[in-house]
């Protein structure tokens, strides 16, 4: 399978636990992008990299979250002491430069209890 | 004004049946339209991207008319298949944003037999 993939799809923690999320994009595609989707809601923009360049970060995306993509490969979104808000889908989404098109991994489902 | 605008259903359409989607946008600098389809808790998958010509595949038809910032799809001889959360994109572009997506809440189809 050469799509997105995303580990892990499901992570329940307790509120003020950190957690780690990963996401490979396709292979040949230096652009990587995070979202967030919520109920009832479409996927909500958080940051996007461009190789290893993080090249811009949503309002959403508090001081308590953090992206890094330090090879220009997969990239990892942090959030410390989450919140019960905190609760949602985490997308991730590759596209190369030339297109916007982006293709979504199968996303991490976040409960915080 | 929300920038992404949609129909906001449910559609519930016999099989075979014409449908059609509308959605508005409301910046104008944007340049990239899609159309993604959402089954219930999977990830975004891109239907269709949308010219400015309009364009075809199989039952599907999308268009787009920049002065009015209007999106529409049209889905002909509809299936059981089809029955999923459509979402109306838009590609951001304004300020330093470029290279990220903006959603439409999606519009939900369910086809019966």
């Known amino acids: 399978d050469t799509g997105v993939s995303q580990d892990p799809r499901h992570k329940i923690t307790k509120r003020g636990q950190n957690v780690t999320f990963r996401c490979d994009p396709i292979?040949?595609?230096?652009?990587l992008y995070w979202y967030r989707q919520t109920l009832g809601q479409g996927p909500e923009f958080l940051t996007y990299?461009?190789?290893?360049?993080?090249?811009?970060k949503s309002r959403l995306l508090s001081d308590r979250f953090s992206a890094e993509r330090p090879k220009g490969s997969f990239s990892t979104l942090e959030i410390q002491r989450t919140e019960q808000g905190d609760s949602a889908m985490y997308l991730c989404?590759?596209?190369?430069?030339?297109?916007?098109?982006?293709?979504f991994g199968p996303g991490t489902r976040l409960t915080v209890t | 004004r929300k920038e992404v605008e949609q129909d906001p259903g449910p559609f519930n359409v016999p099989e075979g049946a014409t449908v059609a989607f509308n959605c508005t946008y409301s910046?104008?600098?944007?340049?990239?339209f899609f159309w993604y389809r959402q089954d219930c808790r999977k990830e975004p998958k891109l239907l269709m991207s949308?010219?400015?010509s309009g364009n075809e595949d199989g039952r599907f038809t999308a268009q787009l008319n920049r002065a009015s910032q209007y999106i529409s799809l049209l889905i002909r001889d509809s299936k059981l298949s089809d029955s999923a959360t459509y979402l109306c994109?838009?590609?951001?572009?304004?300020?330093?944003?470029?290279?990220?997506?903006?959603f439409g809440k999606g519009t939900k189809l369910s086809v019966k037999p």
């Open positions: 949308v010219y400015s």
């Open positions: 910046n104008s600098a944007s340049q990239s």
């Open positions: 994109v838009v590609n951001a572009n304004y300020g330093g944003s470029q290279g990220n997506l903006i």
């Open positions: 990299f461009q190789n290893e360049a993080q090249l811009e």
């Open positions: 989404a590759s596209s190369q430069t030339a297109t916007y098109e982006q293709y």
């Open positions: 292979s040949e595609h230096n652009r």
